[in-house]
């Protein structure tokens, strides 16, 4: 994106971010998005547009499970690691996934009525 970003002006690379805010969000609402990478993500994510200003609860949800859930590897980075240590992990991380579920639920359905465009 770096290279594209080079030639969007700030409302452009804004409304990619927002447009990637709400791919993430869709997907975990749908049941198809992990919830733990889904949040790591968007904490980043809703930092860069500022929502940190406008609503100042809903990123720290993120930025809170990214925290809290940083030692954890979930995506992709799961390749890069020994699987008998994958295996230790996977049971804190279906921890942390049912335990944070519904607050995530609940917050990509905010960013998603946030920012959908009105349906017609």
């Not at 590897?73 to 295996?87: A, I, M, Q």
């Amino acid at each position: 994106m770096s290279q594209n970003r080079k030639h969007m002006n700030h409302d452009q690379y804004r409304a990619s971010l927002i447009s990637r805010i709400l791919e993430i969000a869709r997907a975990v609402v749908a049941g198809t998005g992990e919830i733990i990478g889904s949040a790591r993500e968007l904490a980043h994510l809703l930092r860069d547009i500022g929502l940190e200003n406008e609503d100042k609860n809903l990123v720290q949800l993120f930025v809170a499970i990214d925290s809290e859930t940083d030692h954890l590897p979930v995506g992709p980075e799961r390749t890069n690691w020994n699987p008998d240590s994958l295996k230790a992990r996977d049971s804190e991380i279906a921890e942390y996934q049912v335990a944070f579920r519904e607050d995530v639920l609940a917050a990509c359905k905010k960013l998603i009525e946030r920012y959908a465009p009105a349906e017609s």
